[in-house]
C-alpha cells in the first residue's frame, strides 16, 4: 500500500503537520492541514509530485478535528466533487468551536480558571477557528472502531484511541503492521490530553488520561513496526516510545502532586504552578494537562476532589 507523508505548514507552535496520501484506489487522503494559503499550495504541490490533484481525492478521512488536521476538509470535498469525509462521532470539534461549547465553560470554570482567563481563552479560540471550516454532520460519514476502509489492493483498520480528544483514531495496516496515528502518538513529544467534555455525560469531563493509556496499549497491540504520526517524524521503535511515554506521564503525575499544598489546590493552581511561564492558548493546554494528572491521581486513590465555591479543590489524602 503506497502511504505517502506530505507535510503541510501551520501558524501554530506545534509547526508543520503530517497528512497522508493513500496513493490506492479509492485516492485517499487522511487529514488536510489547516485552511491556510501556504497550506492549500503545499498540498497541491505534494499531490502534483504524484502526479495528482484534488479532483482525484475520492475519501478525506481525518484522525480528529483540531484545525491542523480538519481544517480544509470542507473545500477540498467541495473542490473533489463530494470526496466522502469520514470522521468519529465523538468528534464534535469540526461542529464549532469547543470553546463556546457551554459545556466547556463549566469544565473551566469548576478546574478553578478565572473568568478573565476563560474571556481570553476564549477570544484566542476565535482567532484559532479561522483556520477550519465547519463541518455538518450530515456531511460526514462515522468512522467505527473496527471498521476496515477498503482499498483495491488492501484495507486500513480503523482504531478508536481516544485520549488527545475523544473521537480520535488511529488506522492500523494489519499486512506490514504501519499504523497512522494522527495526534495519539508523536515522536518527540507526549500529546496534550485537551480538556473536553464526556461525548457519553457531557455534564462530565472526559477522562483524557485514563483513555490515553488503553489507547497506547491497544496501539501496542498491533506491535506497530512503524508509526506516522500528526506531526514530526515517523517512530520505528514503538516499545522505545511507549516506555518513554509512562515514565513521563508518571513523572508530570509527581509533578503535579508535589505542587498541592495542604490546603488543596484547584487544576488551574496546579497548572500555574507547574508551567508559570505559559501564556496565550498554551494556558488552556496548560490546565488540560494538569487536570488530566489531576483526574487520574485521583482515580488512583492519590487525591481527594471536593467542590469548594463552585471549583473542584483537590487534596492529598
Ligand atoms: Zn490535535
Ligand atoms: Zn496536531
Redesign the pocket.
Known amino acids: 500500500m503506497n502511504i505517502i507523508p506530505i507535510s503541510l505548514p501551520t501558524p501554530f507552535y ?1 509547526g508543520p ?1 503530517n497528512v497522508y496520501l493513500i496513493k490506492e484506489d479509492p485516492i485517499t487522503l487522511i487529514d488536510t492541514g489547516p485552511k491556510m494559503k501556504e497550506t492549500i499550495a503545499a498540498l497541491h504541490a505534494g499531490l502534483r509530485a504524484e502526479r495528482l490533484s484534488v479532483k482525484d481525492i475520492r475519501r478525506i478521512i481525518l484522525t480528529h478535528a ?1 484545525e ?2 480538519c481544517g480544509l476538509a470542507r473545500s477540498l470535498r467541495d473542490e473533489a466533487r463530494d470526496a466522502e469525509v469520514f470522521v468519529h462521532n465523538w468528534e464534535t470539534g469540526h461542529r464549532a468551536s469547543r470553546l463556546e461549547h457551554e459545556e466547556n465553560l463549566r469544565l473551566l470554570k469548576s478546574a478553578g480558571v478565572p473568568d478573565t482567563e476563560i474571556e481570553s481563552m476564549r477570544r484566542l479560540y476565535d482567532d484559532v477557528r479561522q483556520y477550519a471550516d465547519s463541518l455538518e454532520d450530515n456531511y460526514c460519514r462515522e468512522l467505527v472502531d473496527g471498521a476496515e476502509l477498503e482499498f483495491n489492493t488492501g484495507a486500513l483498520r480503523v482504531i478508536h484511541t481516544p485520549g488527545h480528544t475523544p473521537g480520535s483514531c488511529s488506522f492500523v495496516r494489519e499486512a506490514d503492521r504501519t499504523v497512522i496515528a ?2 495519539c502518538i508523536l515522536k518527540r513529544i507526549t500529546p496534550n490530553p485537551v480538556m473536553s467534555p464526556d461525548p457519553i455525560d457531557p455534564t462530565r469531563r472526559f477522562r483524557s488520561l485514563a483513555e490515553y493509556l488503553v489507547s497506547l496499549a491497544r496501539v501496542r497491540s498491533f506491535a506497530p513496526t512503524l508509526v506516522y504520526g ?2 514530526g517524524q515517523p517512530v520505528h521503535d514503538f516499545e522505545e516510545l511507549f516506555n518513554r511515554y509512562l515514565k513521563m506521564i508518571r513523572q508530570r503525575q509527581a509533578a503535579a502532586l508535589n505542587v498541592i499544598p495542604k490546603s488543596g489546590a484547584t487544576a488551574w493552581e496546579v497548572s500555574r504552578a507547574m508551567f508559570p511561564d505559559t501564556d496565550d492558548v498554551h494556558r488552556f493546554l496548560a490546565v488540560s494537562e494538569a487536570v488530566a494528572h489531576l483526574d487520574y491521581a485521583e482515580s488512583e486513590g492519590k487525591l481527594t476532589v471536593e467542590i469548594s465555591d463552585g471549583h473542584e479543590v483537590y487534596r492529598k489524602p
Do not use: A
Request: aromatic share 0%; proline share 0%.
Open positions: 506545534i503537520v483540531h491542523d488536521h494522527g495526534d500528526g506531526h
